[in-house]
């Protein structure tokens, strides 16, 4: 199009982020209190894995995420994967939302 001497356009721009998913698990134990603890043997490399993974289960789960403490990096935990091209993001967050999800959908039949 032109506008006076300009040649402008419309257009729409994409990305596309190749992330990788790993085979995860992770265990979430809702206490009495309200507290929620999920561990995962992944480890965190101060790119805020824990802080995202906190919030996903305190959202999910309807608690403030105060009550959501998160362990990662304890072979003894649920495997995990590796800390490359936001992986631990992707894998343990989709397992933490899944999780959740079960959780909330068994109280809720209770």
Not at 50 to 74: F, H, K, N, P, S
């Amino acid at each position: 199009m032109r506008d006076g001497n300009w040649l402008t356009g419309l257009g729409c721009a994409t990305a596309i982020y190749p992330t990788l998913m790993a085979p995860t698990a992770a265990r979430i134990v809702l206490h009495r209190t309200g507290d929620v603890l999920v561990e995962v043997a992944a480890h965190e490399l101060g790119t805020g894995a824990m802080t995202v993974i906190a919030q996903i289960a305190a959202e999910r789960l309807g608690v403030e995420l105060a009550r959501v403490q998160v362990e990662l990096g304890d072979s003894s935990l649920p495997p995990g994967p590796m800390a490359a091209s936001s992986a631990t993001t992707a894998s343990v967050c989709s397992v933490v939302l899944k999780a959740c999800d079960a959780i909330a959908k068994r109280l809720n039949q209770a």
